[in-house]
Every structure is written in structure tokens, then in C-alpha cells.
């Protein structure tokens, strides 16, 4: 009889040509698809050099996507650029997007259909784990594992314990994929998952979308997961068959693997959710905030929420309305193909006339790099995934994090609020 | 592997951002890296570190960015060896990846102070903190992971397999 395991355990064993794998375990195993980006690939290329090999294990397997500091903001950043398209060009990496083609990595990946169920991803970036919501094993490395990921095809993986997390119910009012994860990460901590993998399963994943998965796989990271991964069902299978025509596998957990925690979680209780700096886990659920928290600048966008949905919550609040009088607010669709439907949508146009600034897809912002940096004592509300001390800009700033239409509204309100003050009701289509 | 020096003691949940700061990351020039390691927590730290250094701090050491300039930065500003009650699992690898000795010990953590004279022996697990004169006892390195220490990092570690499958 074969020992049971989770879905993490049976990716990972699948993939190191193993039929069983117990938590713990140090294996190499091959892997599907390496990622890199402009800040990561240059130290990567730097230490692949070193290896002394003139091939890339596959040039089909590798994607590179200068995303972080692109368009270039300065000429250090371009020297970098330029490093990383002269290596893709002499490996012929097949999946390298240049500035114009490109898009927020994590948001990118999936669209072009280069991440299937039943992979194994790494990316030197952290938020690699977003793919779990496509039922695939996808984590973040460093720049060394990048480099002889493309040297050899394969990485060396601790196989992790994994916390189960039952959804039941259904969604309710404003509420989105962001409050579920920022929920779950104010309920478990940062460190919370640290080492283990986060499995969803359960009947509430029905009424999460694609983009809510996304959102809540990418924040795995954030409670110190090594991944996030979700059970695949239709509404994976439609987006895939959308998307790509890699072959896929599923991989269910079996009914008696071992977790190391269960939490079962009502997401018709879960409220619209704010993280206060200078933690993801320091949260709040939007009407416990009783003191007015006055913002300088609205950041909607990044690879946690930067997609179609993001955008349309959005701009259904920013319709007819202004962004408050000294507040900025900018919004980053996240690839070329989320702005041209945004475009299509009239979604855009919305944003201008309320005031917003539209930016090209970049990761800028999200992590202090170049468009939206904040000055000594700012405040932000973002959509993006972390408000660690200096994130956004100098480190006497403070970043929270909210979902796109706590964002929104409070753009309007000047301050940290929900759209309801502004007489929308949530449930209302 | 035995390290000795001074401790620098910071707190739970010390992040990458505040290791290295995104604004840095336009460079991956491990000297440029080391002159702002951890500007953001403590201004003077790079003026305080001296070679052979000890880095201790809380949980959820290193928590954040996948940025390996995080581990490159503590590295090249002469920091020896870091101690924490837990590091977060990319700082983890990265740092065993290109050889930055790292050691988890909680009680260790609690029973150093900041400026403390620290003794880490990482294959054994003992670390000592001579100015108290008490003695902690951490988990040694999994074999695997030692291998790969042993090889110089695992650029070193890849080399060797590459040759054996030659």
C-alpha cells in the first residue's frame, strides 16, 4: 500500500522519480520552468558563468522577465537589463520578454500558459509561489539555485509538512481573494507557515475566482510558506484550456495525508481586511478601524493585484468619482494584455478621469524601486503584498495593504475606508 | 568550521528589505551591497562590524525578497556567522547556497546580548558565549547540507556532480 500524501509531497516525489516522499526529506528533483527577473537574473548569470558550461539545460524551460526596474529608471538598472538580454540572446532562452512584451512576472507566467497543474516551478522571486493556484508546486529560490536550475535542470527541495485550509461559504459583500489571505495571515503570522506548504481546498474555493487565487497563493510567502497550492477543479482546467496547450497533471491530496494543522475557514465571515505597518500580519478588518488613517498615495496594481478583476472592482468605485485633492493614486495594470483589455473595457479612461496616474506594467512601486516612491513620513494604502520598514520608499514611511476596492475608495476618501461609505453596497452587481 | 567574534543582536522578523534595501538592488557588486547591509534597521551597523562578526537575532530571520544580495550583503561586510531562533526558508537556502554559515538556536539567541564575545562551531552545533561563559547546543547541519557547505556553495557542489556524470 502506498503511504498517503499531500499534494505538495506528490508533485515533489513525481518529479524526483520517487513513489514516495515524507516531509523533511532533501531531494533534487527536475524541474519545469526556472524564472528570473532584472534584479535577480544578473547574480545569477554571474554565478552560472562560474559553473564553466556553455548550454542551458533547456532553452524552452527558462523564463527571464526584466520587470523590476523596467522601463529603466536609471543607467545601473540598464547595465543590468542589458546583462540579462545579452544572456538570453547567446542562450537563446525561448521565454525571455523584452519591455513592450513583457508584464509583472507572476501575472505574465500563467497568461502565456507556461505554467500548467502538476508542475514544478522555481523563480528567483519570492512570489513564485503564485502558481500554486493553478495546482502546480511553485516556490521561490535564489539567484544561486537559478543559476544551476539552468545549469542542470534540477534544484534541491526540503519536502515540506503542510497546513490544510478548508474553505466553506461563500464570499460576501466587498470581500476578495486579498481579505481571505490577508485574514488568514493575520490569524496564523508571519511565520506562521514557515517551512510548510498551504494547502486550499474545500467547497468555498467555487466562489473564488482565478485572479482570487492568484492573490492568495502569492501572499504564501507572506506567512513564511514555502508555497500555496490549491486543488484543481473546472474553473482551473477552463483557464488552462484557455491559456495553454502544455499538457497538465493533477495531483490530488489522498483523504488521509498527514497535516500538520486543519483550519477550516467560513469566508462568508471574512471582512474586507487591512494590514497596518510594518507586518502583513498586522491586521485589522476594515470596521475596526475607528481612527481616520489620512493617506498620501494609492497604489493599485503589482503581481498580487494587478490583474483584470483588480481592475474592474476598481474602477466601478472610481467611476463618476475624483481621487481626493493631494493624493495620489497610481495604477499599474499588470502585463500589456491586462492594459489592452482595460483599454477595451473603458477602464482606463475611468482612472484618468478620476484623477489616477495609469503607469506600463512594472513592479516599480511595490518595492521602493521607481514610480511611486514615498518621502519621510508618507503614508500609502497599496495592493501590493508587503509593508516592511522603507518598503515603498524612505523608512520613516508607512505602507498598508488592502484589497482594490478598500484601495479605491479610500482614493476617494482620502482616507483608509470602504466603498460603502461612498453608499455602494458590495453585493450590488 | 569555528567562528569567533563580537555579537550584533536585532530583534524577530528582520526583512530583506531592510537587509538591502530595493534601491540598492541595481547592482549586485557584493562591496556595494555590504556598505548599506542593513541601513535601514540600524545606520551604524556598518560602522560598528568587524571581520569575523556575529549577526543574532530573533524569528523569521531574513523574511521577504528571494534577493540573494541580502545574504551577499551580510557576507561581504565581515559578518562570520548568523544565529537566529528561525530563518525564513529563501534567506535559508541562500545562504547555505553560497556559503553563509547559519546556525538555529533559540536559546542560543536569548542567552547573548548585544556585544557579547560568541564562539560558533557549525559542524558540531555548539555556540558559546564566552563573555557569559554558557555553552548552547543547536541542531548540526543535515549531512546534505554540509555537503554542499563542505563544497565551497553550491555552485562548487554542482560542479562536482556535473564532472561525476561526465
Keep these: ?120 516551478v522555481i523563480g528567483a522571486d519570492s512570489h513564485t509561489c503564485t502558481y500554486g493556484a493553478l495546482g502546480a508546486f511553485s516556490t521561490g529560490i535564489g539567484s544561486t539555485d537559478m543559476a544551476c536550475a539552468m545549469a542542470t535542470g534540477k534544484c534541491w527541495f526540503k519536502v ?208 521602493g524601486g521607481h514610480m511611486g516612491i514615498l518621502a519621510d513620513g508618507e503614508k500609502a494604502l497599496a495592493t501590493t503584498n508587503r509593508n516592511f520598514v522603507g518598503r515603498m520608499g524612505h523608512p520613516n514611511s508607512e505602507v498598508y495593504l488592502s484589497s482594490p476596492a478598500i484601495a479605491a475608495a479610500s482614493a476617494v476618501l482620502g482616507y483608509i475606508g470602504s466603498p460603502e461609505e461612498l453608499g455602494m453596497k458590495g453585493d450590488e452587481e | 568550521m569555528i567562528f569567533k567574534g563580537k555579537a550584533h543582536k536585532y530583534y524577530d522578523n528582520i526583512d530583506t528589505d531592510v537587509i538591502i534595501p530595493a534601491r540598492y538592488l541595481n547592482t549586485s557588486d557584493p562591496n556595494e551591497l555590504a556598505k548599506h547591509c542593513l541601513e535601514d534597521l540600524d545606520k551604524e551597523f556598518v560602522n560598528k562590524v568587524q571581520k569575523g562578526d556575529i549577526l543574532v537575532a530573533g524569528k523569521n530571520f531574513g523574511c521577504g525578497s528571494s534577493r540573494e544580495h541580502a545574504p551577499i550583503a551580510i557576507k561581504a561586510c565581515g559578518v562570520s556567522c548568523v544565529v537566529a531562533k528561525s530563518f525564513a526558508r529563501i534567506f535559508y537556502r541562500n545562504a547555505i547556497n553560497i556559503g553563509l554559515p547559519i546556525v538555529e538556536c533559540e536559546e542560543a539567541v536569548d542567552g547573548i546580548e548585544a556585544g557579547d564575545e560568541v564562539e560558533v562551531d557549525l559542524v558540531n552545533g555548539i555556540i558559546k558565549n564566552l563573555t557569559k561563559g554558557k555553552e548552547f547546543k543547536a541542531k548540526p547541519f543535515p549531512e546534505f547540507m554540509q555537503n554542499i557547505m563542505k563544497a565551497g556553495g553550491l555552485i562548487e557542489f554542482v560542479k562536482g556532480e556535473l564532472k561525476k556524470d561526465a
Design chain 1, 160 to 367: 515540506p509538512e503542510a497546513i490544510k485550509f478548508v474553505l466553506y461559504g461563500k464570499k460576501t459583500g466587498w470581500t476578495s481573494g486579498k481579505d481571505i489571505i490577508l485574514h488568514i495571515i493575520g490569524m496564523i503570522g508571519v511565520d506562521g507557515a514557515l517551512y510548510k506548504s498551504m494547502e486550499y481546498t474545500g467547497e468555498g474555493l467555487k466562489s473564488l475566482s482565478m485572479d482570487d487565487r492568484f492573490t492568495i497563493a502569492n501572499m504564501a510567502i507572506e506567512a513564511g510558506a514555502k508555497n500555496g497550492i490549491f486543488e484543481v477543479d473546472e474553473k482551473t482546467i477552463e483557464y488552462v484550456k484557455h491559456h495553454s496547450t502544455k499538457p497538465y497533471k493533477i495531483f490530488k491530496a489522498d483523504e488521509d495525508a498527514e497535516y500538520s494543522e486543519v483550519y477550516e475557514i467560513d469566508i462568508s465571515k471574512i471582512k474586507p481586511t487591512v494590514a497596518f505597518p510594518h507586518l502583513p500580519e498586522n491586521t485589522k478588518t476594515i470596521d475596526e478601524i475607528t481612527e481616520k488613517i489620512y493617506i498620501d498615495q494609492v497604489v493599485i496594481g503589482s503581481c498580487t493585484n494587478g490583474r483584470i478583476e483588480d481592475l474592474r472592482i476598481a474602477a466601478k468605485i472610481l467611476k463618476g468619482r475624483k481621487v481626493k485633492k493631494g493624493l495620489r493614486c497610481i495604477i499599474f495594470p499588470a502585463t500589456q494584455n491586462i492594459y489592452k483589455q482595460a483599454l477595451k473595457e473603458g477602464l482606463i479612461e475611468i482612472f484618468i478621469d478620476a484623477g489616477c496616474v495609469v503607469s506600463t506594467p512594472t513592479c516599480g512601486p511595490c518595492l
Design chain 1, 1 to 120: 500500500m502506498a503511504k498517503p500524501m499531500t499534494m505538495s509531497q506528490k508533485i515533489l516525489a513525481y518529479h524526483a522519480g520517487k513513489e514516495y516522499v515524507e516531509p523533511g526529506d532533501l531531494i533534487f528533483a527536475n524541474v519545469d520552468l526556472v524564472l528570473g527577473n532584472d534584479v535577480t537574473t544578473p547574480v545569477a548569470i554571474k554565478e552560472f558563468e562560474k559553473i564553466g558550461i556553455d548550454r542551458v539545460f533547456d532553452k524552452d524551460k527558462i523564463a527571464i522577465v526584466p520587470d523590476h526596474f523596467t522601463p529603466n529608471k536609471d543607467i545601473k538598472s540598464a547595465q543590468q537589463c542589458k546583462m540579462v538580454r545579452e544572456f538570453a540572446k547567446k542562450y537563446e532562452i525561448t521565454n525571455y520578454f523584452e519591455v513592450g512584451e513583457m508584464g509583472i512576472e507572476h501575472a505574465l507566467l500563467p497568461e502565456k500558459g507556461l505554467v500548467v497543474p502538476g508542475d514544478l
